[in-house]
């Protein structure tokens, strides 16, 4: 089996893909996002990299992952503005994918089309466990799907949920772990029946 992105052949053949790196919060979307990127930049590829500029988190314009390792981005409104940045480009990086637009789909294939490797992270599930923005459609479109899990607080095993610990109803809400924590299945469902319960349900 080929973990994650070591096909080397793959890799480093300038061709048009897409890759999605998918999962829950701390699954390690956004490492495996950044080390594809600087592998691409150690093999002199030319490499752009784009996240939505509402995600101010840890930083205006970096990507950083929760572990602190970080790259130079350009963040953007729209998903229009990534094919304004990209002639001349080889690879093209975008993170938090699942708080762009549904025009990213298009814009991807686009960019693959043209002869462009393009790597996608974002969160497949909202809170509510529901196909988060255009990452179902990107997961439909991909040449290759990597499902990237984080560990269970609660009880060790691999984690695809990312439950919302706040009291808050909106899709978009920025946070980690004062707001999220990553569960597997069974201790979301549970979590879940305990809130229900806590608000009366
Ligand atoms: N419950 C957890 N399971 C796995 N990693 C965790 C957990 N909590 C914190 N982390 C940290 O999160 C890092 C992954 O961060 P990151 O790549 O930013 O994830 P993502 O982009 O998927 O949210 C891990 O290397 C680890 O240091
Ligand atoms: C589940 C969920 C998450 N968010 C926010 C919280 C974080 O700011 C990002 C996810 O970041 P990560 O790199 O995957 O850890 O998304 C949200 O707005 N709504 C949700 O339902
Ligand atoms: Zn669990």
Redesign the pocket.
Known sequence: MVLFSEDHIQETKRRGRIEVIC?S????????LIRRLKRAKFAKQRVEIFKPAIDTRYSEADVV???SHSIASTPIDSSASILLFTSEIDVVGIDEAQFFDSGLIDVCNQLANNGIRVII?GLDMDFRGIPFGPMPGLCAIADEVSK?H??C?KCGQL?SFSHRTVKNDKQVLLGETEEYE?LCRECYQQAIQADQKENGH
């Open positions: 999962g919060m701390f699954s390690g979307k956004t490492e495996e992952s929760h572990d992270a990237v984080a560990i607080v984690a990553p």
